[in-house]
């Protein structure tokens, strides 16, 4: 299983979900956890997903998650497990 931490941080405004789930399913993603909290009106989720079955690289799939965050006002960032677990070791 190839697993991705996803984050998305920003305003709260409706949508936000259903527009980052729709790209999710709609590239064969599938959602394996999700945590999602909404303090003083700022939005804030963390995923993990399993890629194994999307057919785009990586790179593209993260550049693509950007790009729609910017569309709908918020910051997506893509990290893959492996480097996550590395990066926040103790």
Known sequence: MKKTIITVVGKDTVGIIAKVCTYLAENNINILDISQTIVQ??????????????????????????????????????????????????
């Open 41 to 90: 009106g700022y939005f804030n989720m963390m995923m993990i997903v399993d890629t194994n079955r999307m057919s785009k690289q990586f790179g593209d799939m993260a550049d693509e998650l950007a790009a729609l965050g910017e569309e709908i006002g918020v910051v997506i960032k893509c990290q893959k497990e492996e480097i996550f677990d590395k990066m926040h070791r103790v």
